[in-house]
């Protein structure tokens, strides 16, 4: 099994299968997720992504309301992350296992000078032997700014980590057809495996499968292993070991840096660069993108900040971070690169997005 030959594994645990339906923490579970990871500890560095925080809040105030606004939820999550933690730390200290509380919102994964400090981070708590609890930080969080999952967080994680492998508990068994079997194992997604969303054996968490298959996209494409898996019982990781039962989203062999896996893995774009045929032909030939090529900017966004490349029939064809931001790039669009500083009023780069900085989709 591959989990025998990873080096480092990230666990992500949804709601249901860390707080049960009166909104208790599940002690028992958890437990035997530990007793698990104990067997497997060996020369390994786990990371556990726990949702959980909202619903262990709504029981501590007794509030059994389901919809709550934005404001309110976050301070709900104030208070649940406080029980989340605690929890954990309990039990993890039963079982003589150290343990760390990272909390992430987006801007500490999608800028880079933040997402390097978090690596570093995770990599000292490795040293000190501690088993990382990470959890979106939802109390800072806003509805335009926010992973909305815990999916695409601890995917993201795993690849900032360089993680080998991230299992995702739900309550489901995997992703299922359009005839309700199991794929076992998925080596690229793609609008068939997008088509599946809809099959209501697929439809579960605050994310859905939806999330997961985004989550999956991350993973294959930084040369993360990824599985999703049924949670409900107890032991799950020795459970997914011995049953063979999960779906298997299998990653590309990538010969890309680590720099090039992050930009590669954002979870979005800050804006996007439309570029004529010329242009799509050159980046195709892995070079840098110019002004002469770009027909059209959208969106606002600054100088160092990623942004899609895509031409005129709305092909995706690169994902990079720009020399320029949005306002001088509309400035200088499909001019020649001699005429960029008299245009602009200074000197700066010839190239718009440089091949360093770009990864082709």
């Known amino acids: 099994m591959l989990i025998d030959n990873s080096k480092k594994i990230v666990i992500k645990l949804g709601s249901s299968t860390v707080v049960d339906q009166r909104g208790n923490f599940k002690k028992k579970w958890v437990a035997s997720l530990i007793r698990d990871i104990k067997k497997y500890n060996s020369g390994k560095n786990f990371v556990i992504v726990s949702s959980g925080a909202i619903a262990l809040g709504q029981k501590y105030l007794k509030i059994k309301k389901k919809k709550i606004k934005l404001e309110m939820s976050q301070a709900i999550a104030a208070i649940g992350q406080i029980h989340l933690a605690g929890e954990f730390q309990k039990l993890l200290d039963k079982f003589k296992v150290k343990t760390g509380q990272i909390l992430i919102s987006p801007d500490d994964t999608e800028q880079r000078r933040r997402s390097l400090n978090i690596r570093r981070t995770f990599e000292n708590l490795f040293k000190l032997k501690a088993i990382p609890i990470v959890n979106e930080n939802d109390t800072t969080a806003t509805s335009e700014i926010k992973y909305g999952d815990n999916d ?65 996209k991350i993973c294959i494409n930084s040369g993360c292993h990824m599985f999703i898996a049924n949670g409900n019982k107890n032991n799950p990781l020795r459970r997914l070991v011995k049953n063979k039962i999960f779906t298997h989203f299998i990653p590309k062999i990538s010969s890309l840096d680590a720099r090039k896996k992050w930009i590669i893995s954002s979870l979005n774009s800050s804006g996007i660069i439309c570029v004529d045929s010329g242009a799509a032909k050159a980046l195709s030939n892995g070079k840098s993108l110019l002004a002469a090529g770009i027909t059209k900017v959208k969106g606002s966004f600054e100088k160092g900040e990623n942004v899609l490349i895509i031409d005129h029939n709305e092909n995706h064809l690169a994902r990079g971070l720009a020399s320029f931001n949005s306002i001088e790039i509309n400035k200088i669009k499909g001019k020649q690169s001699k005429e960029i500083e008299k245009i602009l009023g200074y000197l700066s780069k010839s190239e718009i997005i440089h091949k360093d900085d770009m990864v082709k989709l």
Do not use: C, H, W
């Open 152 to 216: 695409r967080l601890a995917a993201r994680v795993a690849q900032i980590i360089g993680a080998d492998t991230l299992i995702i508990f739900s309550d489901v068994d995997g992703l299922f057809d359009r005839s309700n079997k199991i794929v076992k194992s998925v080596s690229r997604v793609d609008d068939k495996i997008y088509s599946m969303v809809r099959n209501e054996k697929n439809l579960l968490g605050s994310g859905g499968i939806s999330t997961k298959i985004d989550a999956a």
